[in-house]
DNA sequence: TTGTAGGCGTTATCAT
DNA sequence: ATGATAACGCCTACAA
C-alpha cells in the first residue's frame, strides 16, 4: 500500500554498492566506473527515486539572507499591503532558513533609489526581490547584482532590457483594455470618455502611457466613434486638482467617464462637481481614500494590481529557490482583479 | 550579522541540562523539575526559539496519505480545473512525503458520493478534502473521518451544521450581490431583470437560494423599484432550454438583464432571440462555453469561483499540516471575481 | 574508483 | 528527573 519511500541506502543495497557511490551518480560528481554508473542510472529510473528535500536542506543549514527593496509606504500608501506580503512570506520561511530583512526607498527621488541599493549590496544577500521603478538605475542595480552572484526577482515594474530575473506583476496595456471595457458599460449610449493622468513628482510615466493605449485600443476596436481625450494633471497642480479638474471638464462639457490611470482616482473624485450630469470613474488600486470613494458611488470601478500578493510571491519564489532548490518562475502575470463596492472587502484580506 | 539560529543544544548548554530535558520542556512532556522548567522558558522566550521545522521533519519519516474526493469532472466540467489545482499540490508535497490520491463521484447520484466515501475511509488516510455536495450523507461521512482520526477540509460547499473542519470558498450571498451591482450597471435605465435557476439534476439548491437572496438584497437595498422576477428552468427541460426561455421573455417582455445562477448561462445565452432588445447577461464561472459567449458578447459579466484555487489550498493546507505541523486556517472565503471578455485569460493560468 | 564515518537538529528510547 | 545515544536521509571528507 504505502509504497515506501526509497532512499540512497536502498539504492546502494540494490546496486550492490555504497552509498557514496550513489550519491556521485546523483549529482553526476565522475568518478564512478561505467558499470557501477549504468546499474545505478537504471535503478534510479525504474524506481522513479526522488530524494527527500527536507534531508537534503538539513544538511545545508545555511541562512540565507534575502532583502526586498521597495518604495516606503508612508511617503505612498499605495506599497503598504507589499510590506504584509513580504511579512507574510518572512514568516513562512524563516523556520526554513530565509532570513529576510526590508528596505524602504523613497519613490520620488531617484537618488534615494541608489543610495539603498548600494546599502542593500552592502549586506552581502543571497536574493534580493526589488521594484524597479527608476529604470536606468534598476539596470545598473541589476548589473551590480550579477556581479556579486545576487539571484534576483522584480514586481511591479517590468524592466524590459533585462530578462535576467524573474518578474512578477501584470500585463498594463491588459489593464488599460479592461477599464476600456468597464467605461464602455458605464456610459451606456454616451460617446465621449477622458483619460486623466494623476502621478506624483516620481515617473509613472511609462505605466501610465501603456494603460491609456490599452484603453484607446478597445474603444477603436469597438469602430463606433467614441470620442477619448486625454489630460494630465501637471505634477505641482497635484494640491489645486478641483480647479484643474473644473477647468477640464468646462473645457470638455460633453464627458461622461474617466479613467485615471493611477492610484489617485478619489482625488478625481473628490474635485468632481456635484452637480450636473454624473461622471463615472474608473481607478486604480484598493487604497483607503479610493474605497470610501467606491463605497460612496463617486468611484464606479477599481483595477486591483494585488501589489500584496505580488510582494508575496517575489519573496516566495526566492525563498523556495533557496531553502527547496525549486525553479524560480520567470514571468507571472497576475490576473486584473475588478472591483467594485460590492466584492472589494474580500481583496483586502 | 547572520545571527545564528539556535539549536536545541544551545539552549541545553546555556540552561546547563541536556538536550532531553530542553525537548521535554517544549513539548511539554513533563518530568522536569521546576527549576530546569523555569530557566528553560525563560531562555526560550528571550531567544524566541523556532525549531527547525526541516530537522523535524526528516525526524517523523512519515508518509502521510491524502485523499480527495470531488465530483467527477467527465460528469460537469465546472470541476476539471480542481485536478490540476490538486495535481499542482501534489507536485509540491510529495517531496515533503505527502502523497496524494484522488477519488471522483457523479454529482448527480447520491448514491455515488456514499459509496466512493466508503472507499476512501477504507483506504485509511490521515486526511481527506472533499465537497460536500449532499448535505446529509456529507455529515454522515465527516462523523467517520472523526471516528478515524481523519483530519479533515472541505471547499466549495458550506456544512453549516459542522465546523470543526476547514472550508475553502464563497460567501455565495455576496456573490449575489455582485451580481446585483453588475446588473444594476447593465441596465442603465431599464427597470426590469429575472434571475434564472438552470441546475441540472443535482441540487445546487441551496447555493442557487443564496445567490437570488444576495441579489435581490441588492436591488432592494437601492430602493428605486427595481422588478425582479425568478423563472426556473425545470431539471427535465434543461434540453428545451430554447423554449423554456422563449416562453418566459414572451411573459415577461419588459426584462433587460437576466442573473443566472449557475454555470449554464451558456445554455441561456444561446437560446436568447438573436433580434428585439438586446438581454444583458451575468453568470457563473469560467467554463469553456460560457466564456465563448463572454468573447461574442452574448454573455457580459462571469463571476469566478476559482475551483482551482480552492482545491489547490485544500489540498496544500492539510499537507502543510502534515509536512511542516501547520496550524490549519478554518475558514477561507476566496474574493468574488469579477469576469469581463478583457480579463478572462489571466484567470485561466 | 570506491567505501566509511560523521554530522546537520530533532526526537524517542533507554539507562541512570 | 535527567542525560546519553541512536536514528531519520543526505552529503562531504577522507581513507582505502
Redesign the pocket.
Same mark, same amino acid.
Given at each position: 500500500m504505502l509504497k515506501k519511500?526509497y532512499?540512497?541506502?536502498d539504492i546502494a543495497f540494490m546496486a550492490g &554498492? /555504497?552509498?557514496?557511490?550513489v550519491?556521485?551518480v546523483?549529482?553526476k560528481r565522475?568518478? &564512478? /566506473?561505467k558499470?557501477?554508473h549504468e546499474k545505478i542510472t537504471k535503478i534510479l529510473k525504474e524506481i522513479d527515486y526522488q530524494?527527500?528535500l527536507v534531508?537534503?536542506n538539513?544538511?545545508k543549514?545555511k541562512i540565507y539572507r534575502l532583502l526586498v527593496l521597495i518604495p516606503d509606504p508612508e511617503k505612498d500608501a499605495y506599497w503598504a499591503p507589499c510590506v504584509e506580503g513580504i511579512e507574510t512570506a518572512a514568516g513562512e520561511f524563516q523556520a526554513f532558513g530565509v532570513m529576510i530583512e526590508t528596505f524602504l526607498f523613497d519613490p520620488s527621488a531617484t537618488k534615494s533609489f541608489i543610495s539603498k541599493s548600494k546599502e542593500v549590496l552592502k549586506n552581502k544577500p543571497d536574493g534580493v526581490v526589488f521594484v524597479p521603478l527608476f529604470y536606468k538605475e534598476a539596470l545598473t542595480f541589476v548589473e551590480s547584482c550579477k556581479k556579486n552572484n545576487v539571484t534576483l526577482a522584480t514586481f511591479n515594474s517590468y524592466l524590459s532590457a533585462d530578462n535576467t530575473r524573474s518578474f512578477i506583476g501584470q500585463d498594463l496595456h491588459r489593464s488599460g483594455r479592461v477599464a476600456g471595457k468597464l467605461m464602455h458599460m458605464l456610459l451606456g449610449n454616451k460617446k465621449q470618455a477622458a483619460v486623466v493622468h494623476m502621478d506624483e513628482a516620481y515617473k509613472n510615466a511609462i505605466h501610465m502611457q501603456e494603460k491609456e493605449k490599452g484603453f484607446r485600443d478597445y474603444f477603436e476596436g469597438l469602430k463606433q466613434g467614441y470620442d477619448i481625450v486625454t489630460h494630465k494633471v501637471p505634477h505641482k497642480d497635484i494640491k489645486n486638482v478641483r480647479k484643474s479638474v473644473k477647468d477640464f471638464l468646462k473645457d470638455n462639457p460633453g464627458i461622461s467617464g474617466i479613467f485615471v490611470t493611477t492610484s489617485k482616482a478619489y482625488l478625481l473624485a473628490e474635485a468632481l462637481p456635484q452637480t450636473g450630469p454624473a461622471v463615472s470613474v474608473v481607478g486604480y488600486d484598493l487604497i483607503d481614500k479610493n474605497i470610501e470613494c467606491l463605497r460612496s458611488g463617486s468611484i464606479d470601478f477599481l483595477i486591483h494590481q494585488n501589489p500584496k500578493q505580488q510582494a508575496y510571491l517575489g519573496v516566495s519564489y526566492l525563498s523556495e529557490y533557496f531553502a527547496f532548490d525549486k525553479k524560480i518562475p520567470d514571468n507571472k502575470l497576475l490576473p486584473i482583479d475588478i472591483i467594485t463596492s460590492e466584492n472589494y472587502m474580500h481583496y483586502l484580506e
Open positions: 519511500k532512499t540512497i541506502a &554498492v /555504497s552509498k557514496g557511490t550519491d556521485r546523483i549529482h565522475g568518478k &564512478v /566506473s558499470k557501477a530524494p527527500n534531508a537534503r538539513l544538511k543549514n
